[in-house]
T-cell receptor, first 112, second 115 residues
Framework: QQQVKQSPQSLIVQKGGIPIINCAYE??????FPWYQQFPGKGPALLIA?????SEKKEGRFTISFNKSAKQFSLHIMDSQPGDSATYFC???????????FGGGTRLMVKP | DAGVIQSPRHEVTEMGQEVTLRCKPI?????LFWYRQTMMRGLELLIY????????DSGMPEDRFSAKMPNASFSTLKIQPSEPRDSAVYFC?????????????FGDGTRLSIL
C-alpha cells in the first residue's frame, strides 16, 4: 500500500524557532514530493516541492531536505513566525504529479 | 484571477438524502481532482479527470459515490444515499497539463455533515 508517514502530529515552537517536520515513504516509484500548507477553513496550498535528483531545495524561509537512500524528506521553517501557524502536509506522487498520497499532517503553532 | 470554486461551502442533510457537491476548476486547467479530508483518514484522493475524462477512480469509497465532468468548467461529486460516515470536508483541485511542477490548486472545500 502506498503510504507516506508524517511526524510529529503537532508541534509548538517559539517565534524565531526552526520547526522540523519529517516524512517517510515506501514506494520507490515516487518521484515528486510537495509540501502543502493549510489554514483553517481553507484548502491546502502548495508551499514548496522537490524531486529526488536534488538533496535540498530552499524557497525563502522554507527548506526541504531529501534523503533518497533513507526514503525520507523533511521541511524546515527558518525564523518561524506566528503567521506560519497552520497544518502542513507532505505528499508524494509519480512523475506526473497527479495521484498525490498525503501524509497525515502536522499542526504547527508558533507562539509570539 | 479566480481560483477553484466549490459550492456549497457547507451542507447539512439527513442520512439517506442525495448530496451533490459542485466544482468549477481554474480556467485552462486540464486536470480536476476530488479529495476527501477527515480526521481519521486525512486527505484522500477520490477520483481525477483529464480533459473531462475520468482517469482513476480507485479512491471512490463505494458505489454510492459518483463523479462527473460534463465540460471543462464544471464537475460534480454525488453521494446517494448519504450516510453519517460520509461526513467530511470535500476538496476539489485542478492543475494544468504538464509535469509535476504544475501544482494542484485547491478550492476551499465543502464541509458535509450527514445527520
Amino acid at each position: 500500500q502506498q503510504q507516506v508517514k508524517q511526524s510529529p502530529q503537532s508541534l509548538i515552537v517559539q517565534k524565531g524557532g526552526i520547526p522540523i517536520i519529517n516524512c517517510a515513504y515506501e514506494n520507490t516509484a515516487f518521484d515528486y514530493f510537495p509540501w502543502y500548507q493549510q489554514f483553517p477553513g481553507k484548502g491546502p496550498a502548495l508551499l514548496i516541492a522537490i524531486r529526488p535528483d536534488v538533496s535540498e531545495k530552499k524557497e525563502g524561509r522554507f527548506t526541504i531536505s531529501f534523503n533518497k537512500s533513507a526514503k525520507q524528506f523533511s521541511l524546515h521553517i527558518m525564523d518561524s513566525q506566528p503567521g506560519d501557524s497552520a497544518t502542513y502536509f507532505c505528499a508524494a506522487s509519480g512523475t506526473a504529479g497527479n495521484m498525490l498520497t498525503f501524509g497525515g499532517g502536522t499542526r504547527l503553532m508558533v507562539k509570539p | 484571477d479566480a481560483g477553484v470554486i466549490q459550492s456549497p461551502r457547507h451542507e447539512v442533510t439527513e442520512m439517506g438524502q442525495e448530496v451533490t457537491l459542485r466544482c468549477k476548476p481554474i480556467s485552462g486547467h486540464d486536470y480536476l481532482f476530488w479529495y476527501r479530508q477527515t480526521m481519521m483518514r486525512g486527505l484522500e484522493l477520490l477520483i481525477y479527470f483529464n480533459n473531462n475524462v475520468p482517469i482513476d477512480d480507485s479512491g471512490m469509497p463505494e458505489d454510492r459515490f459518483s463523479a462527473k465532468m460534463p465540460n471543462a468548467s464544471f464537475s460534480t461529486l454525488k453521494i446517494q444515499p448519504s450516510e453519517p460516515r460520509d461526513s467530511a470536508v470535500y476538496f476539489c483541485a485542478s492543475r494544468r497539463q504538464g509535469r509535476s511542477n504544475q501544482p494542484q490548486h485547491f478550492g476551499d472545500g465543502t464541509r458535509l455533515s450527514i445527520l
